[in-house]
């Protein structure tokens, strides 16, 4: 899903910094990490709170890093009650872009 929300990630042990989520699902995220430079394979701890008010926090490992200034996210520890939230706030945006495009028709 698009993500207008803030994301936060730190290497582990170390302060968060503020990035920007680019989208979102219930297996990882991509965001715009502008102050820490990552690479493939790197693990990192990983929060977000998402438009329902379900706050996120995992580990999660780059798969990709740094491409156009955006880097892929793959969930590695998250506890099933978030990644349940995170797949239906996906599913609960989708059905609401859905009956606005059928409003529009």
Do not use: H, W
Not at 58 to 82: M, N, P, T
Request: net charge neutral.
């Amino acid at each position: 899903m698009d993500a207008a929300i803030a994301v936060y990630v730190a290497f582990p042990g170390e302060p968060m910094v503020k990035c920007a989520g680019v989208d979102y699902s219930g297996s990882g995220l991509r965001a715009i990490v502008p102050e820490l430079e990552v690479a493939e394979g790197m693990e990192m701890d990983v929060y977000m709170r998402m438009r329902n008010g379900v706050e996120v926090e995992a580990r999660a490992v780059v798969v990709r890093g740094d491409e156009g200034g955006v880097s892929a996210f793959r969930f590695v520890e998250l506890d099933s009650y978030q990644r349940e939230s995170v797949i239906r706030e996906v599913f609960a945006e989708q059905r609401r872009r859905l009956a606005r495009a059928r409003r529009t028709r």
